[in-house]
């Protein structure tokens, strides 16, 4: 069996003297270089399986050596050294790709028992790697990867890079009582990987309490997170907890958090400053222990420039954050979803559906996914239902992936076929017909991102929203 090569990158010739005799002794090659850009040169040149490399070198930074070594190997595992045990500084190691850090004084041991993990893990992923390209080729062959034995019908870990990344973070982030704010367009997960993060926490046996601030309207919101108590209002015939109670001791995660009113905001940030609440129509704080995490499909930067979302606010839930990419950029991970939703879809409607044949793997592989995972997982059920063979085809998908850029047309062309019959004039029924349309093809060019489709129409999210209720296209 071929030794495997470490690279040690450390300006302290001591430390690259004693790791390199420790590893020589449990049976690995050892390279040294005493600065980063000498490391990178030898990463060029020669075969390395794993780069150990300190954070300060004379030339270059912890985070500057991850993004070069990763420009020339992507998947060559990175185990940074650092004198500094600094949260946010680990988080950016992590987030740029690297698979641990450890800071000093350093245990060869401790040390040994990562690289062994880091060899470990890469060899795993090499492994489904080949198995999923296989499984593109073949579909019967397709496997399905799951987080846990108990909870495989539940969430899934591709068998990707990104994948990896962000399990990194979850892992890094879960035991703490960090606020985090995950960032990806709808469909992309993001309560998939809050759920993760509380289920990893200390947090796991109490309550795990959703909210969608999208749906809350102004003058419920209040009620709907802080509870009430019988007569604040007409229509308060009885005490009501609100979401911040039921998830006491445990997590509370509020979806769509840019969509909360101005007065609602100045309410969640007293919240989260004093950790008390208070029952609308109550004059008594309450005190509560939450873990909040919060989800956004669209740049709270931008609203608060626009002065729709508070400043205070954000840099107070603005701890840690995790970014999904939508579907079109991460296609490395359609494998794998196909496969899981397949195997769901099976079991739901009793069906034994193999795969995928090669012209309709083509047609995935061409698709954007305006709607991500949540569209991929819908797609493949209603195909698994119109199939009449064991592999899915062509003709048992819908139209919308099919013809997508016909599909507005389409809808077009049907409104126009129409026209002969008698229409209302009433301006309020012109009105609303017009405003949906817009609405509509807005959505379209946004690949259904709410926060763009806004800024075409030239209004607000919230009054999207609003629209989006009114005239019944929340699905859309």
Same mark, same amino acid.
């Given at each position: 069996?071929?030794?495997?090569t470490?690279?040690i ?7 690259c ?17 005493f ?11 020669e075969?390395?399986?794993l ?28 185990i940074?050294?650092?004198g500094?045990?600094d ?22 041991e ?8 880091a060899?470990?893990?890469?060899k ?7 198995k999923?390209t ?15 034995k108990?909870?495989?019908d ?5 068998a990707?890079t990104c ?8 892992s ?7 606020t ?34 999208g ?37 509370l ?9 101005y ?6 940030l ?18 509560i222990?939450?873990r909040?995490?919060? %989800?956004?499909? !669209?740049? &709270?930067?931008? /609203?608060?420039?626009?002065? $729709?979302?508070r400043? +205070? *606010? ?23 979803f ?50 009449d ?11 919308d ?6 599909w507005?047309?389409h ?5 126009n ?13 012109v009105?609303?017909?017009a405003e949906?349309q %817009?609405?509509? !093809?807005? &959505?379209?060019? /946004?690949?259904n991102?709410? $926060?763009?489709?806004? +800024? *075409? ?7 999207l929203?609003?629209k989006?209720?009114i ?6």
């Open positions: 069996m071929n030794k495997k470490i690279l990158i450390d300006d302290d010739v001591d430390i003297n004693l790791l390199k005799r420790f590893f020589e002794r449990n049976d690995f090659n050892v390279k040294i270089a600065k980063g850009l000498e490391g990178l040169q030898i990463i060029k040149n075969k390395i399986d780069v150990l490399t300190d954070f300060r070198l004379p030339d270059k930074d912890g985070l500057e050596m991850i993004e070069a070594i990763k420009s020339i190997n992507t998947h060559l595992p990175i940074v050294i650092t500094y045990s949260v946010n500084q680990a988080v950016k190691v992590i987030r740029l790709g690297a698979f641990e850090y450890v800071t000093k004084p350093i245990f060869p401790e040390i040994l028992l990562l690289v062994h993990d060899l470990d893990k890469l795993v992923e090499s492994a489904k790697l080949t999923s296989q499984s593109n080729q073949k579909s019967n062959d397709q496997q399905i990867h799951t987080t846990d108990g909870k495989k539940e969430f899934l870990i591709p990707s994948a990896t990344k962000i399990q990194r973070l979850i890094l982030v879960a035991p703490t009582n960090m985090v704010v995950i960032l990806g367009e709808s469909g992309t997960g993001k309560e998939v990987v809050a759920r993760r993060i509380h289920e990893n926490s200390d947090r796991s046996s109490r309550p795990f309490i959703p909210v969608d601030c749906a809350l309207t102004q003058e419920l919101a209040a009620s709907e997170l802080f509870g009430h108590l019988k007569g604040a209002f007409t229509g308060a015939t009885s005490d009501k907890k609100g979401s911040f109670e039921l998830a006491n001791q445990g997590t995660f509020l979806d769509e958090i840019g969509n909360l009113s007065e609602n905001q100045v309410k969640l007293r919240v989260l400053q004093e950790r008390v609440i208070r029952k609308v129509g109550g004059e008594k704080d309450l005190p222990d939450v909040i995490i919060v %989800a956004t499909n !669209e740049d &709270l930067r931008i /609203a608060m420039s626009k002065g $729709t979302f400043e +205070d *606010i954000y840099y107070r839930i603005n701890e840690f954050q995790i970014e999904l990419k939508p579907l079109r950029e991460n296609k490395a991970e359609l494998t794998d196909v496969a899981f939703f397949l195997h769901k879809a099976n079991l739901e409607l009793s069906k034994t559906v193999k795969g995928l044949d090669d012209e309709v793997w083509n047609i995935f592989n061409s698709y954007s996914w305006p709607g991500n995972i949540r569209e991929l997982k819908n797609i493949i059920k209603l195909a698994v239902l119109m199939s063979n064991d592999m899915i085809e062509k003709n048992d998908l819908p139209n992936i099919l013809n997508p850029q016909e507005f047309k809808n077009n062309q049907k409104e076929s129409n026209s002969s019959k008698p229409k209302s004039l009433i301006l309020k029924d009105t609303a017909e949906t %817009a609405i509509i !093809e807005a &959505l379209s060019l /946004a690949s991102n709410k $926060t763009k489709a806004a +800024d *075409i129409l030239g209004i607000d999210r919230k009054t929203y609003n989006l209720n005239y019944d296209l929340l699905d859309r």
